[in-house]
């Protein structure tokens, strides 16, 4: 069983900043698939970005490509997501999923693909 633990939520101005950290425990981190989902009201989850096991297995969704950016930290079994030029619509709760089947590759699109998910933690973009 793997732990998932998401931090770095606020309330920002449009164009500002966020750095969203999930912190998982257990092993085999290394062979973890991570993502970022996001669930605002009256709307359905969203895939944000996910970074895979493989080199070079990082995606984003429309919607945040080039202002979003993954990175896993090995040393603190810690994946970041750096959120900048924020805008109102970014708003929604964010979570952190993560794959540890060890396949290869992850996805943005199949909620089922995850089987360890964290609490949440909640984004505010408003003036």
């Known amino acids: 069983q793997v732990q998932v633990v998401e931090s770095g939520g606020g309330l920002v101005q449009p164009g500002a900043s966020l750095r969203l950290s999930c912190a998982a425990s257990?092993?085999?981190?290394?062979?973890?698939?991570i993502a970022w989902f996001r669930h605002a009201p009256g709307k359905e989850r969203e895939g944000v970005s996910c970074i895979g096991s493989s080199p070079g297995s990082i995606y984003y969704s429309n919607s945040v490509k080039g202002r979003f950016t993954i990175s896993k930290d090995y040393a603190r079994n810690t994946v970041y997501l750096q959120m900048n030029s924020l805008k109102p619509e970014d708003t929604a709760v964010y979570y952190c999923?993560?794959?540890?089947?060890?396949?290869?590759?992850?996805?943005?699109?199949?909620?089922?693909?995850?089987?360890?998910w964290g609490q949440g933690t909640q984004v505010t973009v408003s003036s």
């Open positions: 999923a993560i794959d540890s089947s060890g396949a290869r590759g992850c996805t943005i699109y199949r909620t089922s693909f995850y089987d360890n």
């Open positions: 257990g092993a085999g981190f290394d062979y973890f698939n």
